[in-house]
Structure formats: structure tokens, C-alpha cells
């Protein structure tokens, strides 16, 4: 059971910080049941409650010590190359939907390349494709700043530095 003050990545929420374990003080509702009040790191003004007993797709946001084993991993995070468009939007969605940040990474990857490989050709990305970007990277991004005590917007930097430096 997660506590006060824990930060967990939930589902498609991203990464919360669980604000509360309590009961709900709603009408209807089981007085008697835990639940979590977590709240969104990229949007605080947000609530979501999920029951204590009840498997739920969140886990644990990750360690300074994962998040450096992650970093370094990178290089060889290999790329997700599927050239039918509905079977790439698929794989983007179940790899965002895995919680492993090592999938996130691979969307990136893939996502940048595509885009390098799309401007070469003269050739715009996808909104597809930007949409999947934009969402495993501020999910990367959110968990790395938060593991290593940095802010988000500084992560794209702090990677390429430290990987190239």
C-alpha cells in the first residue's frame, strides 16, 4: 500500500503524488473503503481517486538509482520500426499504456527518427506521430525531473549532455 506523500505513475494519468489514503466523504459511497487522492504532477488543480483495494494499473515512480540505470540504457533501447500506420498507432498506444519507461523511450527514438527521416524526404511529422511524442516524453520526463530532483523542462538537455558528454 502506497502512502502519504508517495509518488506513483497512474494508468494513463501519468505521474501523481498520493495527497491522501482515506475515505470518501461522498454520498453513496462506501464509508468504509480506502482509497488513494492522488493528484496529477502536471495538473494539480485535478483529483483522482482510486480505491486501496482494487487492482489498478499503477506502480512505484521510479529511484534516482533507476532513473541513472535508465539514462545510461538508452543507447541501446532499441527503435520500434512498423511500417502498416494502424499496426505503429497501436504498438505507440500499448507501449504509452505499459508504464515501462524503457517503452516510452522507444517511442522517442522511434518518433525522432521518423521525424529526421520525414524532413530529409521534405516531408512534415505526422500529428500522430507528435501526439505519441509529446506523450512519452512528458512522461519520461515527469519521472526522470522528479527522480533526480530536476525540472521537466530541463530533462531533453540533461539526457543529451550526459549522454554525449
Not at 84 to 111: F, G, H, N
Not at 140 to 159: H, P, V
Amino acid at each position: 500500500m502506497y502512502k502519504e506523500g508517495d509518488y506513483v505513475h497512474y494508468a494513463n494519468s501519468g505521474l501523481c503524488k498520493v495527497e491522501k489514503v482515506t475515505t470518501l466523504d461522498i454520498s453513496g459511497a462506501d464509508k468504509d473503503r480506502l482509497y488513494y487522492y492522488l493528484k496529477p504532477v502536471d495538473d494539480w488543480k485535478s483529483t483522482i481517486f482510486v480505491p486501496v483495494d482494487t487492482r489498478v494499473a499503477m506502480r512505484p515512480a521510479m529511484t534516482r538509482k533507476e532513473a541513472d540505470d535508465l539514462i545510461d540504457s538508452i543507447p541501446d533501447i532499441q527503435i520500434l520500426w512498423i511500417s502498416d500506420e494502424k499496426k505503429r498507432e497501436q504498438a505507440y498506444r500499448a507501449k504509452l499504456q505499459s508504464m515501462d519507461a524503457k517503452d516510452w523511450v522507444m517511442i522517442i527514438k522511434t518518433l525522432n527518427k521518423r521525424k529526421r527521416d520525414r524532413m530529409v524526404r521534405g516531408r512534415k511529422t505526422t500529428s500522430t506521430d507528435e501526439r505519441y511524442l509529446k506523450s512519452a516524453e512528458d512522461r519520461l520526463f515527469s519521472e526522470l525531473a522528479l527522480a533526480l530532483g530536476r525540472n521537466k523542462d530541463d530533462m531533453e538537455e540533461y539526457i543529451e549532455k550526459r549522454l554525449f558528454a
